[in-house]
């Protein structure tokens, strides 16, 4: 198959089996999709107008992704519209930096930066699982404990639909509080700083061609301590938002955008979008955080390989 675009010749169903794993991937973890398909990317030998490419496929996954985690309840929507009033200011001059930073001289300081900051982001949150101070999360491992066991009980009974009565529940919301619950454990959070994180995310994601997925885990999972079975769902809604945006401002920019090769990425990643969110609640919250963090490191050391490369050819 010939990516007019790239400039590349390559084979349907490697496309194909790239777009599944990074939907899969993407859809269970919330984290690195835009990365892995950059690495796909790179790999098949495409150089320029990788962030649309990118950005489009965490549109997709996130969309298809969706719609398990709005059914079994495993999604705050009031957090991710948090995170969104802060998010499309973001956006909007994250993709405009981006426009005329990438492809000068020190566009590998971005990447490499990035690459750090995924490293140390991805090391926290699997090293968390295995300290003493992962078992002093009271209450995030109370939530953890009620919804996991719920899982157990349905596997049995195949009754699924019973999850959402274990899923997330609005409690009270007013611009200085947040009150809500997930398996029976209450959570307050504040509005204004979700939004302020926000705000820093939408920026950065824009910037650098990616979803932001990375950064909202790491945000609700690290610094708020929410459970991974919650924090995928609002990540994925997030993320949606800041796909769309990005992808409106670099086609409303004027960056290329090799349809031909997102048109044969998109089954796969439709399919492994539609299986990742089904089965991803039968993985343990501390497997899901390791390979959520493992899957972070793997980002940042490409970050850092694309940085060595654009420094070594600027």
Known sequence: MHYPVAGVEVNFFVTLMAGFMIGIAFSTLSVSGAAFTSLFQTLIGVTTALQPINVLATLVASLVGLRTYLRERRVALPIAAFL???????????????????????????????????????????????????????????????FESRVRELRHSGEWDKLAKSGYATIHISPRRFLFSFAGERVALNPLWLSVGGAGIGFVSSLMGIGGGNLFLFLLASIYKLPLHLVVGTTLMAVLFTSLWSCANYLHLGMAVDWVLFLNLAPGLVLGAILGPRYSKFIPEVWLRRLAGTALILTGMFMFYRSLSAQAFS
């Open 84 to 146: 969104l009033t802060g998010v499309a200011a973001g956006v909007v001059l994250g993709a405009r930096a981006a426009l005329l930073a990438f492809g000068k001289s020190f566009s590998h300081v971005y990447l490499g930066f990035m690459g750090g900051i995924a490293v140390l982001t991805g090391s926290y949150i699997a090293a968390h699982t295995l300290s003493r101070a992962w078992h002093r999360e009271s209450v995030l491992l109370r939530m953890v404990a009620r």
